[in-house]
Nanobody, 128 residues
Framework: QSLLVESGGDLVQPGGSLRLSCTGS????????IGWFRRAPGKEREGLAA????????NYADSILGRFTVFRDNAKNTVYLQMEKLQPEDAGTYYC?????????????????????WGQGTQVTVSS
């Protein structure tokens, strides 16, 4: 069974940092692109960052560009989302998803239908 598990969500103060992890099992992790998404309260889920299977190529949403960094360690079957300068609007449930596609595919531009499976999400709260 293909499985993605997110972890690292927490309560953090505005301006703080957090690192989320997305760990896969039951599939060839290094053959899948990984995307990070966020669902803020009252809003639709939005794509934040995507990385190709080797980690060579990355795509970021404008809303988080320069503050968030996505990187992966295929030896650990894990993709990370390093988040800096967090603001209250960054709060929400963060999801990772796996796509069996290459660079430039629909998944790379956060098209949800192009993702094969999803994690259950991890909660991030930004508040003083």
């Amino acid at each position: 069974q293909s499985l993605l598990v997110e972890s690292g969500g927490d309560l953090v103060q505005p301006g703080g940092s957090l690192r989320l992890s997305c760990t896969g099992s039951g599939f060839a992790f290094d053959r899948f692109g990984i995307g990070w998404f966020r669902r803020a309260p009252g809003k639709e889920r939005e794509g934040l960052a995507a990385t190709t299977k080797t980690g060579l190529n990355k795509n970021y949403a404008d809303s988080i560009l320069g503050r968030f960094t996505v990187f992966r360690d295929n030896a650990k079957n894990t993709v990370y989302l390093q988040m800096e300068k967090l603001q209250p609007e960054d709060a929400g449930t963060y999801y990772c998803a796996a796509a069996d596609g290459g660079y430039g595919g629909a998944w790379y531009y956060f098209k949800e239908h192009d993702y094969a499976f999803w994690g259950q999400g991890t909660q991030v709260t930004v508040s003083s």
